[in-house]
């Protein structure tokens, strides 16, 4: 009797974790799927240098309102799907989206504070994160390696004494 309750205690809990599973994944199907609607925002702006309603009058160092909404969507929603994919990628890799990431956020950042440089300086912002993010994912890439193969000195030695061809090189890389 034991045996049977805790089996449909189980049935009922994977239940509810497959239920919020489908919640959250249809959530996050519904972020993705409107961008498209997100991205074209840009096209009710004003093109003017100065938008004027009654509550509010902001002046733009952009040509027009809509140029600026439209450099804005541009780097905010490619960012807005990276950082999607990367809380919800389940791969050790997915610490290397951070790079893009970076790249964006500098670039919508000079597009918020209206930079006259868009697009030319954020390289070297991103450079100093490259150079920690790239180690440490290709660290975390040889150490998976070496639990998958084993820490065997001696086999690791007698394969790095056979002869292979450059294609043969490359192949080992992405093994």
């Not at 994977?14 to 199907?29: A, F, N, P, W």
């Not at 409107?34 to 309603?53: N, R």
């Not at 639990?147 to 007698?158: C, T, V």
Request: net charge positive.
């Amino acid at each position: 009797m034991d045996q049977q309750n805790s089996k449909s205690t189980n049935t009922k809990n994977h239940y509810k974790t497959g239920k919020s599973s489908l919640v959250l994944g249809g959530v996050i199907v519904l972020l993705i799927s409107i961008t498209p609607f997100l991205f074209y925002l840009y096209e009710s702006f004003p093109e003017t240098k100065i938008w004027e309603t009654s509550l509010f009058k902001w002046e733009t160092s952009f040509t027009n309102w809509y140029g600026f909404a439209w450099y804005f969507c541009g780097k905010a929603i490619p960012l807005y799907l990276l950082l999607l994919w990367f809380f919800t990628c389940k791969h050790w890799w997915h610490w290397i989206i951070l790079v893009p990431i970076a790249m964006y956020s500098f670039q919508l950042w000079g597009v918020i504070n209206e930079s006259n440089s868009l697009d030319t300086l954020e390289i070297y912002y991103v450079i100093p994160l490259m150079l920690v993010i790239i180690p440490f994912v290709y660290l975390v890439r040889a150490k998976l390696f070496n639990k998958m193969r084993g820490n065997d000195l001696k086999s690791f030695e007698e394969e790095l004494g056979v002869k292979r061809s450059f294609w043969g090189q490359i192949k080992e890389l992405f093994r």
